[in-house]
């Protein structure tokens, strides 16, 4: 079964909590709920991840290399920042939706650069939440056409 794996980056946890006129009310575990019952529409095994961590986030992306068919990264601020982040999911080969629950190109400046943009098939930001069944949908269309 074609199984894809959300992964989420720096302060996504507090999701909820965290400036809800930008991020909305819906907490990451609510999202995670939603992410299943979308995945199980879909037919497709989801691993739904969070960390903190750069380096969490980069071990998580080299162990999906084998494990999952496709990623779907909000990597929140490393977005705009991580080399490495990018290097890492170049190395693994894997398809990438980047991921963002606020419209970062109507924000602050600095928001507009992506290392993850560059690296990744699409991008999908500006739905809140919805944003995560979008990507889903998205990847199992991608996956699907590249079979
Ligand atoms: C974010 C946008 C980033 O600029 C910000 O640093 C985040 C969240 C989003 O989902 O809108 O942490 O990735």
């Not at 199980?40 to 380096?55: I, M, P």
């Not at 398809?95 to 999908?124: D, M, W």
Request: net charge negative.
């Amino acid at each position: 079964m074609t199984s894809i794996l959300i992964l989420n980056g720096p302060n996504l946890n507090l999701l909820g909590t965290r400036q809800p006129q930008v991020y909305g009310t819906t907490t990451l575990a609510d999202i995670e709920t939603m992410c299943r019952v979308r995945a199980k529409a879909l037919s497709v095994d989801l691993a739904f991840d969070q960390t903190n961590s750069e380096g969490a986030l980069i071990d998580t992306i080299h162990a999906a290399r084998g494990a999952h068919d496709g990623i779907i990264l909000n990597a929140g601020a490393y977005t705009h920042t991580s080399i490495a982040l990018m290097d890492a999911l170049t190395s693994v080969e894997l398809p990438v939706i980047e991921l963002h629950l606020s419209n970062i190109h109507a924000r602050e400046t600095f928001r507009h650069q992506s290392y993850i943009s560059k690296v990744a098939v699409g991008v999908i930001c500006g739905f809140g939440a919805q944003g995560y069944e979008l990507a889903l949908d998205a990847m199992v269309g991608h996956l699907e056409r590249a079979a």
